[in-house]
T-cell receptor, first 113, second 112 residues
Framework: GENVEQHPSTLSVQEGDSAVIKCTYS??????FPWYKQELGKRPQLIID?????GEKKDQRIAVTLNKTAKHFSLHITETQPEDSAVYFC????????????FGQGTTLQVKP | EAQVTQNPRYLITVTGKKLTVTCSQN?????MSWYRQDPGLGLRQIYY???????DKGDVPEGYKVSRKEKRNFPLILESPSPNQTSLYFC???????????FGPGTRLTVL
């Protein structure tokens, strides 16, 4: 079955710097890769996603890149702000076909003012 | 308002006492799932359902049961809870053919 590895487990940056979180997956059939942000005590919320027919997607300060050959995908946050501090999860699934969604272990991002 | 609800939000119980955590969604979604969240392990899928009366095991189904008798409801049942089931549980739903999962607010369960 699918296995998703996420690194680093913790990341501390200064406000205004960029942050990068990386994930690798094992199942070549996976074709949907969402990223979730979870603030303390809250539920996970989708912030961006990418499908395997696209190499990069951007939404304001966040972007996701996908390398299907190497089976890895990354989240990039530019101009980080204190409100970006949260736990971020990557995930992988076979889009639309199954109910399974496999998550990475999570990255705790701290943005220092 | 489109939402996924869970009850209870917090529960402290003792080993062996059967409990049910309810999950309901008002978005007419076909797919529903249960996850548990533990530090350092991320979210792990317990069970999922693709429609009424259609359920399947996720990665960590042992010790849990589910049922899907109605489209909107997907309760999680712990017949004989044990301390290793102490965790934060999330229910989620999505529409068939869609990818975005909508999570409920979470249920923090402690089994003594």
């Amino acid at each position: 079955g699918e296995n998703v590895e996420q690194h680093p487990s913790t990341l501390s940056v200064q406000e205004g710097d960029s942050a990068v979180i990386k994930c690798t997956y094992s199942d070549s059939a996976s074709n949907y890769f969402p990223w979730y942000k979870q603030e303390l005590g809250k539920r996970p919320q989708l912030i961006i996603d990418i499908r395997s027919n696209v190499g990069e997607k951007k939404d304001q300060r966040i972007a996701v890149t996908l390398n299907k050959t190497a089976k890895h995908f990354s989240l990039h946050i530019t101009e980080t702000q204190p409100e970006d501090s949260a736990v971020y999860f990557c995930a992988a699934s076979e889009s639309g076909n199954t109910g399974k969604l496999i998550f990475g272990q999570g990255t705790t991002l701290q943005v220092k003012p | 308002e489109a939402q996924v609800t869970q009850n209870p939000r917090y529960l402290i119980t003792v080993t062996g006492k059967k409990l049910t955590v309810t999950c309901s969604q008002n978005m007419n979604h076909e797919y529903m799932s249960w996850y548990r969240q533990d530090p350092g392990l991320g979210l792990r899928q317990i069970y999922y359902s693709m429609n009424v009366e259609v359920t399947d095991k996720g990665d960590v189904p042992e010790g849990y049961k589910v049922s899907r008798k109605e489209k909107r409801n997907f309760p999680l049942i712990l017949e004989s809870p044990s301390p290793n089931q102490t965790s934060l549980y999330f229910c989620a739903s999505r529409e068939a053919g869609g990818d975005t999962q909508y999570f409920g607010p979470g249920t923090r369960l402690t089994v003594l």
